[in-house]
């Protein structure tokens, strides 16, 4: 086989919004170390297309595909296999490959869930990717590729394991560009990959071994993604951002004068000090993610944390002091939690949530690759790996609770937070007019500073605020005001027009609960509701599927309003809808407040 053309492919995540496509690094970087390999590549992000097939379908027929590649994590599969499954029913003898955290650690069940793909890279997989390709146009040893696995007839063979990348400099700067992306708000840049430490809860996305870039190459990176991307804000997405005080305080120094506004993953230990919370503070840190995991020296212990509740109580006193935000989390179902270690936490989350150390609380997953998993798999608890994996890394009791407690821990965990502050602020928006972006403008409690924040529209107008000046936290009910726009458009529609709400479920509930319009009894509208068919639920999302264009017929509606944030759904039913009824105007319910 002669050298051809490869499709990297963004895989569709059913949890991100169509309107605020992922940026993903990983694939990223392997798009620009195959450039680098002479390999003719282009990329594909599906989060933007309604019609995958239509999307690959053209990308196939107009760049001459011969193989494609799609990776990402395990909870991604559903995503990865679409994609070779459309590959393979558009052209069989197309080469399909897929990687990430789905195939590191679960190679023989990744290859046998996705049954489409007809190799697997496994680890780190720049090189491994490059080598893999070269030796199939070459006609080559496949099984002389280190790090990957692959189909023998029906057998799955493994090959020797691949090294890590030794010196990360040596690669090139991920390539956003061939995935469409020609601005980006807030930029991921990888300082460092993996992690030095080995909590059980953990599988490590980054590799084996610890590996940090210079300040150097990261900082030529970020210098042209300014140029480049006309990047504002920066996330340094590694699993850890420095253990070393040194390091952190020359990062400080460099980034200050770019004026960039950037947020970090730290853990608590020695290093951490007033002076380097000031510095990162002063250089435009805004926020500081932090695993907390659990406030109770057993369970720190037990799962390999190598801190203490004093760390903890350090960290979170210093930074508050600096006036730098915390995002922690706290997880639950470790080996050894008992009722009495969960109150510990508990009560030390509930005593230490404020306005500055946001807390979120979650159930341990069972991710393939961690020890934690290793060990539930080995014990019998996951009896059949593939299985878990299909279903989404379902939880697992491996902690010394009963399986009843441990399922009020988890509904807990999943519904219940610690009380927070909401601000009553008065917020204003401002909508462009073709709704693609919004504008948001309010004044800060604790400092009276003025913060503008200027943003794609994925949703409504989050609820978290945070202040440029001071970096406080707040919480607003913003649904709530967002009724108040919505309301005053839909009253002249629901006058002017013969109006149907499709789609009976979450957002319809919250929005008819606040809304004095839909419950006005002069106001005439139509319900498009479950007499079509059935509701699928797809990774913990419900989707109504849109309903056929003979059921449509019979009725003669001016408008129809979906009550979704899904703009993907919304296209569909839109094609639906308008082969049943001429002239119908479709629109998501949340892009008539936004009108207004």
């Known amino acids: ?89 558009i052209n069989s003898d197309i080469v399909t490959f897929i990687g990430g955290g789905l195939v590191t650690y679960s ?20 090189a491994a990717t490059a080598e893999l390709l070269k030796s199939i146009y070459a006609d080559g040893d496949v099984s002389m590729v280190s790090g990957i696995i692959y189909r023998n007839n029906k057998e799955l063979c493994l090959t020797a394991p691949r ?27 990888v300082t460092a990959r993996s992690c030095p430490y080995s909590c059980t809860f953990c599988s490590y996305s980054g590799g084996k071994k610890y590996r940090q870039r210079s ?56 290093h951490i000090s007033m002076p380097l919370l000031k510095a990162m503070k002063e250089s435009g840190c805004e926020l500081l993610a932090f695993g907390l995991e659990s406030a109770d020296p057993t369970i720190l212990k037990s799962m390999n944390k190598k801190i203490t509740v004093e760390d903890i109580e ?34 030390w989350t509930i005593e230490h949530n404020s306005n500055s150390c946001a807390i979120d609380m979650a159930m341990i997953k069972l991710f393939p690759g961690s020890p934690l998993y290793d060990k539930a798999v080995l014990e019998g608890k996951i009896p059949d790996t593939i299985k878990h994996i299909e279903n989404g890394i379902t939880l697992v009791n491996i902690s010394r609770l009963s399986d009843e407690a441990y399922s009020n821990i988890a ?3 999943a519904n219940v937070s610690p009380k927070r502050n909401y601000a009553d602020i008065e917020l204003g928006l401002k909508v462009s007019p073709d709704c693609k972006s919004y504008s948001i403008t309010w004044q800060c409690p604790n400092c009276q500073s003025i913060t503008k924040e200027d943003m794609l529209f994925q949703s409504l107008p989050r609820e978290i605020l945070m202040c440029d000046k001071c970096g406080r936290f707040y919480l607003k009910k913003l649904l709530d005001d967002y009724q108040i726009f919505a309301d005053k458009e839909l009253s002249l529609l629901l006058r002017e027009k013969r109006c149907a709400f499709w789609g009976i479920g979450y957002w319809w509930q919250e929005i008819y609960e606040r809304s004095s319009i839909l419950k006005n009894t002069s106001f005439s509208y139509k319900l498009i509701d479950k007499k079509f068919n059935a509701v699928e639920r797809v990774n913990g999302r419900i989707i109504l599927p849109p309903p056929s264009s003979n059921d449509l017929s019979m009725y003669d509606f001016d408008v129809i309003i979906c009550p979704t944030l899904n703009y993907e759904l919304v296209s569909a039913i839109k094609i639906i809808a308008e082969s049943a009824i001429p002239d119908v105007q479709v629109i998501r319910y949340f892009d008539i407040g936004l009108k207004s």
């Not at 190679?107 to 720049?126: P, R």
């Not at 006036?323 to 009560?347: H, P, R, S």
Request: with cysteine.
């Open 1 to 89: 086989m002669i050298m051809g053309n490869v499709l990297l492919c963004v895989p569709k995540d059913n949890n991100a919004p169509i309107s605020f496509p992922a940026i993903t690094p990983g694939i990223a970087y392997i798009a620009a170390y195959l450039r680098q390999q002479g390999i003719n590549v282009f990329g594909i992000n599906l989060n933007v297309f309604a019609d995958s097939h239509l999307a690959l379908e053209s990308a196939i027929e107009e760049y001459n595909i011969t193989a494609v590649g799609v990776g990402g994590l395990v909870v991604l599969w559903k995503g990865i296999k679409e994609v070779t499954d459309i590959v393979k029913q």
């Open 107 to 126: 190679a023989k069940e990744a290859m046998s869930i996705v049954d489409t793909a007809d190799y697997g890279i496994i680890g780190e997989g720049e």
């Open 163 to 189: 090294d890590d990348f030794a010196d990360i400099d040596l690669l090139p700067f991920p390539d956003y560009e061939i995935f469409g992306f020609k601005k980006i708000d807030y930029a991921p840049i």
């Open 215 to 270: 300040l150097d190459s990261i900082f030529s990176e970020i210098e042209q993604m300014i140029q480049k991307y006309e990047i504002t804000k920066i996330n340094l997405s590694d699993e850890l951002f420095s253990v070393n005080s040194e390091r952190v305080f020359e990062f400080c120094k460099r980034i200050t004068p770019l004026n960039l506004k950037w947020t970090a993953s730290m853990r608590a230990g020695k």
């Open 314 to 347: 350090k960290m979170v006193g210093l930074a508050n002091e600096a006036g730098l935000n915390l995002a922690c989390n706290v997880i639950f179902g470790d080996t050894e939690e008992t009722m009495q270690t969960i109150k510990n936490t508990m009560m």
């Open 411 to 413: 509904i807990s965990a």
